[in-house]
């Protein structure tokens, strides 16, 4: 059983660019987020989709968004590259409802803005 | 959802017993305590989440005191490869609908 698998792992952009990273969540589950962690910081919640919708946004701009497909599967697109962009993304996936659910994590996207 | 607060660093030696304490004084009835661990570079772990009662599975127990204000996260024998960020969430829903809030954890360095 895959788990959450994310690609690419690293990449490297210049400001500016719009970047594109994706997400297939663990099997059998319907809720993707996405979380951005900057060196030394914990991840901070980005948004969440689940039924092809965005149903929770953090403080996040407009320059990020993102999409959820049938199979579930997400993309997370952020546009007008900064500097301050470069960080590790995280998809995490997990059923929307049931009580005591645990979220899991993927690897990540190494994003690098220069 | 409640705030959390944890040391911001540990030291345990190889073998013993790791526990990593987490104050969470206004947590609400339905909110549970969940922690993840984040090693270097790596996306972060699931590691084991409680209600009201202790709970225990094959990585770790969770104690979580009868006024729900704190919780324990222990590690049994701990190896060097527990060194990492751990962190203690609080979440409004058992449920996936709501997204984690990270603070900065406690970095769990084990010594040999």
């Known amino acids: 059983d895959a788990g959450v698998t994310q690609s690419p792992t690293h990449l490297i952009k210049t400001r500016g660019q719009q970047v594109t990273l994706r997400c297939s969540p663990k099997?059998?589950?319907?809720?993707v987020s996405w979380y951005q962690q900057a060196l030394g910081q914990g991840p901070q919640f980005i948004f969440q989709y689940y039924e092809e919708e965005e149903r929770q946004r953090g403080n996040f701009p407009d320059r990020f968004s993102g999409h959820q497909f049938p199979n579930y599967s997400s993309e997370l697109n952020v546009n007008a590259l900064l500097l301050g962009d470069s960080a590790l993304y995280l998809c995490?996936?997990?059923?929307?409802?049931?009580?005591?659910?645990?979220?899991?994590f993927g690897e990540g996207s190494w994003l690098t803005v220069v | 959802d409640a705030k959390t607060t944890q040391p911001p660093s540990m030291d345990c030696a190889e073998g013993r017993a790791a526990n990593l304490p987490c104050n969470h004084s206004?947590?609400?009835?339905?909110?549970?305590v969940y922690w993840y661990r984040q090693i270097h570079s790596q996306g972060p772990q699931y590691i084991i989440h409680?209600?009201?009662n202790n709970e225990t599975n094959e990585m770790a127990s969770l104690i979580i005191t009868e006024d729900r204000k704190s919780s324990t996260l222990i590690l049994p024998h701990a190896t060097l490869r527990d060194t990492a960020v751990y962190y203690c969430i609080v979440k409004r829903s058992g449920g996936g609908a709501d997204g984690l809030t990270f603070g900065k954890g406690t970095h769990l360095i084990i010594q040999p």
């Open positions: 995490a996936s997990s059923f929307q409802t049931s009580s005591g659910n645990t979220i899991y």
């Open positions: 099997s059998g589950h319907d809720t």
């Open positions: 409680g209600l009201k």
């Open positions: 206004t947590i609400s009835g339905n909110e549970y």
